[in-house]
């Protein structure tokens, strides 16, 4: 772990380094202080030499100053480091996410993945500047003290260096405690994370069904569990602290002890305690350091463990090392045996699905909800790969493919579109980024909101809420296909693209799509006998297999599972 902690200081070497340098130079001048003020107690006063005072007073001021100028260079420059650091880390992160796939997404709160990407990755910053940091001052200081105290009384120094070890000891051994029970308050505040972000998108639901007071104990039970685990890492803290304090006070103690039984003797002389006084003054704030940094480090320990949790999650669909980028697609599609479930523990999704696409043809998929039908087309993109079987483009594997190339060329319209929270000119313009405002009004036309974006007083400024909340489920379905139409790919998929419309605006859609889809692969999955009569062939489909298949006119002449859902109105 420290490995990999460690190799994102490496593009910030230079920051590092000026850290680190500016550290022990500060320390060194700390240092100095106690021996300057020894020899100024001890020589210069009992000599009165009024221009040595002066000078060696000048002296400790020009340390002082020295001082906080090193310092505002440390805190400044460290921290610039550390949310450097901070933000090549989110940048990882976030790119990672990006190449997972839906079956992690399937299993994971999006509340966790937020809590990683902001709380933990801030605790990981503020541990990647202060705790080498920490560590190298502490270091300077405790050691370069003990040198001089050495060098004023062996004896003295030595008795006080018994305590060190203990103190140390300590915070190993709770370091790893203390590790562990904050580990379990960051799972905790993913948990809230997760709840509240789960009630706020679900607020009209929630609102509608009056369940404020369901939603309001729920919270409250993850948000006791969260006080618990923090209230237990305090208690460990506290423990932690208290020993450390006592131990502290007993080696001011042992010095003072030590040290008026030395005078007492004659073996030391009591300028040479109050130096000794002025190094402990130094000593133990580098311990407050090192105590402090027990606890920053376990806290990010805890943090990073969890930010390597995510980066080190293998994506279950990749790309092999000699995948295929076609240099042009016709759109043929195949599959052959295909069974696929999304867990191995679960029901089995597609059983044994066999069909042919020609280049240009249109097909339809029916069949009653729940029968496989948007599992089949989510094989098509790579999104799941099946268990068995095997789904062609053009006679190439899907798995043999480059998977950007692959979604490039399909186009896919869902029934439950997903609008960004941003103008309605940028979602549109998603499915082709680099459009120009004439393609983005063309296929705005082309998907019959050209008319109702124009009315609207900031046009294609317009911001259409999270998830297109300002948006009607009939709006956002012709911005989702309005994309589409701008990407323009080879193979289209509409998973009940048009169900949200109503039979006026359904009558425009479907002679937009037929003209969008000549010429292309299209798969067409819907419930409007409108919408799928035109297709070249039809699959119904029933609890995961294709039980019917021909033209809407020979399926109603078998008198079977598709006219049952004909009679039914299913279509």
């Known amino acids: 772990m420290l490995k990999r902690f460690a190799a994102y200081y490496k593009p910030h070497r230079f920051l590092f380094l000026l850290d680190m340098f500016v550290a022990v130079l500060a320390s060194g001048l700390s240092i100095t202080v106690p021996r300057i003020t020894h020899r100024l107690l001890g020589i210069h006063i009992p000599a009165r030499d009024a221009k040595a005072i002066g000078l ?5 001021l020009f340390v002082y100053v020295a001082g906080a100028s090193l310092t505002f260079i440390r805190i400044k420059w460290g921290h610039i480091m550390g949310v450097r650091m901070e933000t090549d880390m989110r940048a990882d992160f976030f790119s990672h996410l990006q190449k997972l796939s839906f079956r992690y997404y399937d299993n994971i709160k999006t509340g966790h993945l937020m809590s990683r990407i902001t709380g933990d990755l801030e605790n990981i910053a503020e541990v990647a500047h202060h705790a080498p940091e920490d560590l190298l001052i502490s270091l300077c200081m405790v050691i370069g003290s003990y040198i001089f105290m050495f060098l004023l009384n062996p004896t003295l120094a030595a008795l006080s260096l018994v305590l060190l070890p203990l103190i140390l000891l300590w915070g190993i051994l709770q370091g790893k405690e203390l590790k562990s029970r904050f580990r379990t308050v960051r799972a905790r505040i993913a948990d809230i994370n997760a709840v509240v972000e789960n009630t706020v998108q679900g607020i009209r639901e929630v609102q509608s069904y009056a369940n404020e007071n369901l939603e309001i104990t729920r919270f409250q039970t993850t948000n006791r569990n969260f006080r618990s685990a923090k209230e237990a890492a305090y208690d460990r803290m506290a423990r932690f602290h208290s020993v450390i304090g006592c131990l502290r006070e007993l080696y001011y103690f042992v010095i003072i002890a030590g040290g008026a039984w030395l005078i007492y003797r004659g073996a030391m002389a009591p300028v040479d305690l109050v130096a000794f006084l002025l190094y402990v ?17 376990s806290q990010g320990a805890a943090a990073f463990e969890r930010f390597l949790e995510i980066m080190d999650e293998e994506p279950d669909i990749q790309d092999c090392a000699d995948a295929v980028t076609p240099a042009s697609i016709s759109g043929r599609i195949e599959l052959q045996g295909i069974s696929f479930r999304y867990e191995a523990d679960k029901d089995i999704v597609l059983d044994g699905i066999a069909l042919t696409i020609e280049p240009g043809q249109t097909v339809a998929l029916v069949g009653e909800s729940g029968a496989g039908k948007s599992s089949l087309v989510s094989l098509l993109p790579r999104f799941y790969e099946p268990q068995t079987g095997a789904v062609l483009i053009d006679g190439y594997p899907v798995h043999r493919l480059s998977s950007h190339w692959l979604r490039e060329n399909i186009g896919l319209v869902q029934q439950s579109p997903f609008l960004f929270d941003t103008s309605l000119r940028e979602n549109i313009a998603y499915g082709k980024p680099e459009a120009t405002e004439e ?4 296929a705005a036309k082309l998907a019959h909101i050209l008319d109702f974006i124009d ?8 911001l259409v809420g999270e998830r297109g909340v300002k948006l009607s489920g009939g709006q956002k379905q012709r911005v989702a296909i309005a994309r589409v139409f701008l990407k323009d790919p080879p193979i289209l998929i509409f998973d009940e693209a048009t169900s949200a419309l109503d039979s006026e605006t359904d009558a425009l859609i479907q002679a937009s799509m037929k003209a969008l889809c000549a010429g292309r692969t299209s798969i067409i999955i819907a419930h409007r006998l409108s919408t799928v009569r035109e297709a070249d062939r039809l699959y119904a489909m029933k609890n995961g297999r294709i039980v019917e298949q021909g033209s809407h006119a020979e399926l109603l002449a078998l008198n079977g599972y598709y006219r049952e859902l004909y009679e039914r109105n299913l279509l």
């Open 281 to 297: 003054s130094i000593i133990l704030p580098p311990i407050d350091r090192l105590i402090g940094f027990v606890e920053q480090y």
């Open 56 to 60: 060696t007073l000048g002296l400790i």
């Open 439 to 442: 393609q983005i009004r063309a």
């Open 455 to 462: 009315s609207l007083p900031e046009g294609f400024d317009t």
